[in-house]
């Protein structure tokens, strides 16, 4: 079994709609958590961290973190074409090594 | 702020010649560099950890007398694929560690021939 696993899609939705992304993980260690974005041939962009469970917004971008279940989601409200991309989620424990656990990402396509 | 970059972003080599690639942290000093290994439609596997100033630390698996890596200065990682493979063919991607965070390079696409 995989540390982290997430769905690797492709996930396709219209423009506008919302998106929900999810990664599952097994270590109950992992404290801080983060979800990236990569267009296709580039490197990974940070888009939003946090730190144990709850919830965190920028924008259109929510992150909640379920600690209990082991289960973290990105929610993309009122999607655009131009959040076509991977969206990879990645983990860390607290050990300060830095260390980060990725998911495999998931392929979004939305529609214009 | 927090930009890295790499060079090159594309090369091709035959096999058994070495590639050496550039991490450099733009706007900001990084004491540690992470690097990593990606393959089609797959996560990214860390490498290795740089340091400023000493050995780098390998991931379990990863031959460190294949992956040369030197951080000889606050804004400089390299790494040098030494006689180099086909299957060594693969997307590089370094990060440097700012604040806390994790900022990544473009990536440099190693085809080896």
């Known amino acids: 079994q995989k540390e982290v696993e997430q769905d690797p899609g492709p996930l396709s939705v219209p423009e506008g709609a919302i998106v929900s992304l999810n990664c599952t993980y097994s270590?109950?260690?992992?404290?801080?958590f983060m979800w990236y974005r990569q267009y296709s041939r580039k490197g990974p962009e940070l888009l939003m961290y946090?730190?144990?469970?709850g919830n965190k917004e920028d924008g259109r971008f929510t992150a909640q973190v379920d600690k209990s279940s082991k289960y973290i989601s990105l929610f993309i409200r009122d999607s655009q074409p131009s959040d076509s991309a991977t969206y990879l989620c990645a983990m860390s424990p607290t050990s300060g090594t830095y260390k980060y656990i990725f998911g495999t990402g998931t392929r979004l396509k939305v529609l214009a | 702020g927090a930009v890295v970059s790499q060079h090159p972003s594309r090369v091709i080599c035959k096999s058994g010649t070495s590639v050496k690639i550039e991490c450099r942290s733009l706007d900001f000093q990084a004491t540690t560099m992470f690097w990593y290994r990606q393959f089609p439609k797959q996560s990214l596997m860390l490498m290795a950890t740089?340091?400023?100033?000493?050995?780098?630390?390998?991931e379990q698996g990863v031959e460190k007398d294949k992956f040369l890596i030197n951080h000889a200065s606050l804004t400089l990682s390299t790494l040098t694929v030494t006689s180099a493979h086909p299957e060594d063919s693969s997307f590089y991607i370094c990060?440097?560690?700012?604040?806390?965070?994790?900022?990544f390079g473009p990536g440099t696409r190693l085809t080896v021939t």
């Open positions: 990060s440097a560690l700012f604040g806390g965070q994790q900022y």
């Open positions: 946090t730190y144990s469970s």
């Open positions: 740089s340091n400023e100033g000493s050995k780098a630390t390998y």
């Open positions: 270590n109950s260690a992992f404290q801080y």
